[in-house]
């Protein structure tokens, strides 16, 4: 059984006020793709070769409060780069899992995190903002949840986006981008019992000069 594992995004549109997005991944049922996904908050996915990450990406679609946000579109990476690593969903788990999860989550709240099967941009992602069961079936049935939002609360997320202006295609009139993203790892403090969430700093030397900032967990959330 895997260890449970939450990851954040911070958003901003050029220089307003950012915000910042923790997730619970769903790692028991699917440990390689939330594996991938860890990978590619804090820089390592890819290996040497590839040092792929979320940092700096797009968000590329907002539709608020009623449906979804898509994010994660890399545009500093060559297409050459991008189509010769790995697909983000592992395909033995999605094939084994994909139909249990859906049963399970059924896309009956906002605040899912989820990845989707075969798309042209291999690395974005999406998060409900509302109930999408009616949608489950049909635009969304390819769709996989992989986490859940801890904080802040989906109405809070909402409200931020909903402050962001997009064209008649739902893209962000003004560049929108996920500017810092790691993995936070829960610390048990022995005299309180209380969680206290730290950077991960794990493999530093690998990932030095390739996303620094994308493990600061601590001052992205509370400097």
């Known amino acids: 059984m895997g260890q449970l594992k939450r990851c954040f995004f911070t958003l901003e549109e050029n220089g307003s006020e950012p915000i910042t997005v923790v997730f619970k991944l769903f790692c028991r049922s699917l440990p390689k793709t939330t594996s991938n996904f860890i990978d590619l908050c804090t820089g390592l996915y890819g290996g040497d070769e590839g040092h792929c990450s ?20 890399i545009d500093s990476r060559s297409s050459k780069t991008i189509s010769g690593l790995d697909d983000l969903l592992d395909k033995q788990e999605y094939a084994e899992k994909a139909e249990t ?5 059924r896309l009956k709240h906002g605040g899912y995190l ?11 992602f999406f ?6 069961r009616k949608y489950r079936n049909n ?3 390819d769709y996989l949840a992989i986490g859940e939002l801890e904080k802040p609360s989906v109405d809070t997320l909402n409200d931020w986006l ?3 202006e997009v064209d008649r295609a739902d893209k962000p009139v003004k560049e929108c981008r996920i500017v810092r993203c790691g993995e936070l790892v829960p ?10 969430l730290e950077a991960k700093n794990d ?3 690998k990932a030095s000069g390739q996303n620094k900032d994308s493990v600061n967990a601590y001052s992205a959330l509370f400097g």
Do not use: H, M, W
Request: net charge positive; aromatic share 4%.
């Open 203 to 205: 493999n530093k030397k």
């Open 162 to 164: 909903q402050q962001r």
């Open 139 to 141: 635009e969304l049935k």
């Open 54 to 73: 979320s940092k700096n990406s797009l968000v590329t679609r907002i539709i608020a409060p009623e449906y979804i946000v898509q994010l994660g579109k």
């Open 114 to 124: 989820c990845v989707i099967a075969g798309k042209d941009s291999p690395f974005e």
């Open 187 to 196: 610390k048990e403090n022995t005299s309180t019992k209380k969680l206290n």
């Open 101 to 105: 999860i859906r049963e399970k989550v």
């Open 127 to 132: 998060i409900t903002l509302a109930d999408l």
